[in-house]
């Protein structure tokens, strides 16, 4: 059974950090491009961050490069996002995603909240 379970949201102050997870299971972790989406209210889904399945990293957000940074942890089958300096702007509901385009597989997550309010 294919499960992708977020954790790690949180409500933080401007300036705190979080770091996210996501447990993967039912399927070949390493074989799929892993990303990080968020959806903030009244907006639509946007793609944060990305761990290719050969391991590269791209950060897909100009506004979050130097503060969130993407990585995973394939023994253990855990995605994470370290986000640092987080600001108001961040505050949405945080969603991990695994992606094989070749099989046409795509899986979520059922997401993270996270806000930042003082």
């Not at 790690?8 to 074989?31: E, M, Y």
């Amino acid at each position: 059974q294919v499960q992708l379970v977020e954790s790690g949201g949180a409500v933080v102050p401007p300036g705190g950090s979080l770091t996210l997870s996501c447990v993967v299971s039912g399927f070949a972790f390493n074989r799929y491009d892993l990303h990080w989406y968020r959806q903030s209210s009244g907006s639509e889904r946007e793609l944060v961050a990305t761990v290719t399945n050969t391991g590269r990293r791209i950060t897909e957000i100009e506004s979050v490069k130097g503060r969130f940074t993407v990585s995973r942890d394939v023994p253990k089958k855990i995605l994470y996002l370290q986000m640092n300096d987080l600001k108001p702007e961040d505050t949405a509901v945080y969603y991990c995603n695994a992606n094989w385009k070749q099989l046409q597989a795509d899986y979520w997550g059922q997401g993270t909240q996270v806000t930042v309010s003082s």
